[in-house]
């Protein structure tokens, strides 16, 4: 999966998640969950639901590598050996 593809998946979860956002707007660079006003469990089912689609394992202390889209876009990429090394 290319990281455009992670992209998309990452945008279509916080649809899900806070479905009143255009997934458009959101800043790529700001912290989620002030964003969109999410609270930690809305938080957590994002990581549930990216798990799932994704098929990738995020520990918790890993949490913090997703708060921000384009975090989220290269943690994803590089669990799946597309990101850049880091």
Do not use: C, Q, W
Request: net charge negative; charged share 35%.
């Amino acid at each position: 999966m290319k990281p455009d593809e992670i992209r998309r998946v990452v945008l279509e979860e916080l649809s899900n998640i806070a479905p009143e956002t255009d997934p458009a707007g959101i800043d790529t660079s700001a912290d989620l969950r002030e964003a969109l006003d999410i609270d930690s469990m809305d938080f957590l089912n994002f990581i549930t639901a990216l798990h799932k689609r994704l098929g990738a394992a995020i520990p918790e202390t890993d949490y913090p590598k997703l708060f921000k889209i384009d975090d989220a876009v290269d943690y994803l990429a590089s669990k799946r050996g597309l990101g850049r090394p880091g």
